[in-house]
């Protein structure tokens, strides 16, 4: 069975950095994208980030390029995402997702499963 274990959130100030973990347990890790999503409040759920483990290839929403950085660590089965000079605007519930049917994607609406959670917050 597929599961997802996210880790690293919290408080931070603004231009803070954290560092998200997501350990995958129960799929074959290279055949599946892997992605990071955030959901604010009053918001829709968006994607942050994905990375495809087959070749590495990644993709980032256009408000985190250059400060957010997914990466991953295939003989551990966990993905990362770092994330620096963070802003108040990315205080969101932080979720790993995986989908079985494409690469890489950006759209929660593809992800097969997903991880409970983890708050991020950022104050200014």
């Known amino acids: 069975e597929v599961q997802l274990v996210e880790s690293g959130g919290g408080l931070v100030q603004a231009g803070g950095s954290l560092r998200l973990s997501c350990a995958a347990s129960g799929f074959t890790f290279d055949d599946y994208a892997i992605g990071w999503f955030r959901q604010a409040p009053g918001k829709e759920r968006e994607g942050v980030a994905c990375?495809?483990?087959?070749?590495?290839?990644?993709y980032y929403a256009d408000s985190v390029k250059g400060r957010f950085t997914i990466s991953s660590d295939n003989a551990k089965n966990t993905v990362y995402l770092q994330m620096n000079s963070l802003k108040p605007e990315d205080t969101a519930v932080y979720y790993c997702g995986v989908a079985t049917d494409v690469l890489a994607t950006m759209s929660p609406r593809s992800v097969d499963y997903w991880g409970e959670g983890t708050l991020v917050t950022v104050s200014s």
């Open positions: 990375i495809s483990s087959s070749d590495g290839s990644t």
